[in-house]
Structure formats: C-alpha cells, structure tokens
C-alpha cells in the first residue's frame, strides 16, 4: 500500500515562495506517476502539476506555468514542489497523488478520484495579499 504524506504548507504574503514535499511510503518503483493537486474553499479540485516517472516528463496547469516546478528525488523516494511568486489565488489544501497504472500518462493533471490510486490527506497553503 503506497499512502502519499505531504507537508510544508503554510501562510505567505503573495509574492512569496513555499516548497511542499510528498513523500510515499512503501514508494515502490511500479509507481508510475506522481502529482500535486490543489482544491481552494467552495471549488472543485484541479490539478497542478504531474510527473511520469519513467521518462521524467512532467505537466503544469496553465495557472502556475513559470512559477511552480514539480521534481523528484527517486534516493529519499520525495516528491517536490517548488512554488514561486504566489499569488492568493493559490490559496488552497495541495494533495499528493500516485499512482502504478501506465494509462495515467493520459490524466496526468486529471483530479478525478479515480485518475489517481493513492491520495494524501493534504496540506494547506494560504497566500495572503
């Protein structure tokens, strides 16, 4: 069983960065592709960015291109996300997501809950103005 654990959320002023962490425990190598998504108070769940494992090709929503950046760390099995200039309309809980299917490639940024077989509880991050 693979259970995502994020962390490193917190409060900024808008223009501010904050680095969220994933890591996954019993993070098997038939993990094929991992993700961050984010869902802000009364609104749907979107996806933010995704990784496929096994060429390193990696997705971003519109919304954060050019200040968000998706790595991993295949040593400490962690999965990172890099978030600069924020903005308040960031402000949402982030979650992580894994999964082992080699059609995830096709829903990288998908947030349904099926799009993805593992989720974490979340971390929030809050971007004041």
């Known amino acids: 069983q693979v259970q995502p654990v994020e962390s490193g959320g917190g409060s900024v002023q808008a223009g501010g960065s904050l680095r969220l962490s994933c890591a996954a425990s019993?993070?098997?190598?038939?993990?094929?592709?991992m993700g961050w998504f984010r869902q802000a108070q009364g609104k749907e769940r979107e996806g933010v960015a995704a990784i496929y494992r096994r060429d390193g090709r990696k997705s971003y929503a519109d919304a954060v291109k050019g200040r968000f950046t998706i790595s991993q760390d295949n040593v400490k099995n962690t999965l990172t996300l890099e978030m600069n200039s924020l903005e308040p309309e960031d402000t949402a809980m982030y979650y992580c997501?894994?999964?082992?299917?080699?059609?995830?490639?096709?829903?990288?940024?998908?947030?349904?809950?099926?799009?993805?077989?593992?989720w974490g509880q979340g971390t929030q991050v809050t971007v004041s103005s």
């Open positions: 019993g993070y098997p190598d038939s993990i094929v592709c």
């Open positions: 997501a894994a999964d082992y299917r080699a059609s995830c490639m096709t829903r990288m940024l998908d947030p349904s809950p099926n799009a993805y077989r593992y």
